[in-house]
Nanobody, 127 residues
């Protein structure tokens, strides 16, 4: 079965940085896209970024573009989200998600496209 485990969340002051990790197992890594989503209290879960493992194609939500960087270490089946210049508005639970890359909508980040999800890691940014 597909398993995804997020780590790296924590408390950071505005302007600081965190790196989130997503450890993947149970599937052929190269066949998949890995997405990052986040959900703040009382709000809908929203897309943040994705990476298509096979070709390295990436996508970022406008609110994080230029501040966040998604990357993968294919030998380790790991995906990372480097978050710089963090803002209080970035406070949320961050989830990684996986789906076969052929089934996702490129140049978009749709929750409904992703079938497997991790449990999330909390990111809190103080002002």
């Amino acid at each position: 079965e597909v398993q995804l485990v997020e780590s790296g969340g924590g408390l950071v002051q505005a302007g600081g940085s965190l790196r989130l990790s997503c450890a993947a197992s149970g599937f052929t890594f190269d066949d998949y896209a890995i997405g990052w989503f986040r959900q703040a209290p009382g709000k809908e879960r929203e897309g943040v970024s994705y990476i298509v493992i096979s070709d390295g194609d990436t996508y970022y939500e406008d609110s994080v573009k230029g501040r966040f960087t998604i990357s993968s270490d294919n030998a380790k089946n790991m995906v990372y989200l480097q978050m710089n210049s963090l803002k209080p508005e970035d406070t949320a639970v961050y989830f990684c998600a996986a789906e076969r890359s052929r089934y996702i909508t490129r140049l978009n980040l749709l929750r409904s496209d992703f079938g497997s999800w991790g449990q999330g890691t909390q990111v809190t940014v103080s002002s």
